[in-house]
């Protein structure tokens, strides 16, 4: 599976998406995507890239294409 | 109390640390051992504690006041993929200083290791908790952080603040079935509080129902019963353990 099929996964897993629009995915533009949601994406992402955030990107992980800069920090590339 | 259960400590060479492993390996669970520096003595020590109790207790070095090492350490932590049972952050300083003779600088010292560096612990293993959908956070306080005294701005208002973060944090992790409790020591027979004068520790001492300091264990046994199940319905609570002192 590719960075960008796991990243897509992640996202579909934890907001129980079917075929979203992924680049107009934000922070509470999707009714799941709420703080709550928020963590379980982390979780979910972290798990996937065996990686750990820091809490500032955590904060700042507002969308879908945010989230593909920040895991840049992390040596992920999608 | 806590068969098969993993417990990361924190501040484990400390007297209430070190105490808290072996009571923890006493009651079956296993230990992630954290402290500032390797000595043969700690390592020793965990060695023979793990081996009388027949669990397993790993060290851990980090700074509390590097947050990168910090994270290393818990993301090491997270790679064995074993279930965190517990987190207790046993880890502290402690001044005394009256008000007019604390410096900012040394006040956020103090902040830095009592508070901040407990609050990013927490977070990071808090994620992890989150995602097995239960834990027990224990952060060890103080009754100073509850009574006032003269000379403990420092280290009363850090232990108060982190009570005040364990309600509050405890609110949020309560859907993730997660539970946190302070605890909050009186003087106990440490190193840590060897360097309080004579006549200061007498005072206290007077001041309390039981007329002595506690020994390390009666405070881990405190901690287990936080860390366990058998607190289970128990989250946001400061459990005193100071002989009589506070309300006696």
């Known amino acids: 599976m590719t960075n960008l099929e796991k990243y897509n996964q992640a996202f579909c897993e934890t907001f129980e998406l079917a075929n979203p629009d992924f680049d107009s995915l934000q922070y509470m533009g999707v009714e799941q995507w709420d ?11 972290e798990d996937a890239f065996d990686i750990m955030m820091d809490t ?13 800069e920040i895991l840049k920090k992390y040596e992920v590339e999608i | 109390m806590l068969k098969n259960k993993n417990v990361i400590v924190t501040g484990a060479g400390g007297g209430i640390g070190l105490a808290t492993v072996n009571k923890i390996a006493e009651n079956g669970g296993n230990v992630w051992a954290c402290t500032r520096t390797k000595t043969e003595q700690f390592e020793q020590d965990l060695q023979n504690i793990a081996n009388q109790y027949g669990v397993w207790i790993k060290a851990v070095y980090f700074d509390m006041t590097n947050e990168s090492q910090m994270k290393t350490a818990i993301k090491e932590i997270s790679l064995e993929k074993r279930s965190i049972d517990v987190l207790v952050n046993a880890a502290g300083t402690v001044y005394n200083g009256m008000f007019t003779m604390t410096s900012i600088s040394k ?15 927490m ?12 834990g027990s956070i224990v952060n060890v306080a103080s009754v100073s952080g509850i009574e006032t005294t003269e000379g403990k701005l420092a280290y009363g208002s850090s232990k108060a603040a982190l009570i005040y973060a364990s309600k509050t944090i405890s609110k949020e992790l ?11 020591p009186g003087l106990t027979d440490t ?11 007498q005072k206290v001492l007077d001041r309390s ?10 405070i881990a046994n405190a901690i287990v019963f936080l860390a366990s ?6 989250t946001g609570q400061v459990m005193v353990v100071d002989g009589g002192r506070l309300w006696s």
């Open chain 2, 209 to 218: 129902s039981m007329k002595r300091m506690a020994n390390p264990e009666e």
């Open chain 1, 35 to 45: 703080s709550v949601g928020h963590m379980s994406l982390v979780a979910a992402l």
């Open chain 1, 56 to 68: 500032d990107d955590i904060i700042d992980f507002s969308s879908y294409l945010k989230g593909k």
């Open chain 2, 191 to 201: 190193k840590m509080n060897k360097e309080i004068p004579d006549a200061d520790l």
């Open chain 2, 174 to 184: 309560a859907q993730y079935n997660i539970r946190v409790n302070a605890l909050a």
């Open chain 2, 123 to 134: 977070q990071l293993v808090a994620r992890l908790m989150m995602r097995q959908k239960k």
């Open chain 2, 107 to 121: 006040l956020k010292e103090v902040f830095e290791v009592n508070y901040f560096e407990q609050i990013y612990i």
């Open chain 2, 229 to 234: 199940d058998q607190s289970s319905f128990m």
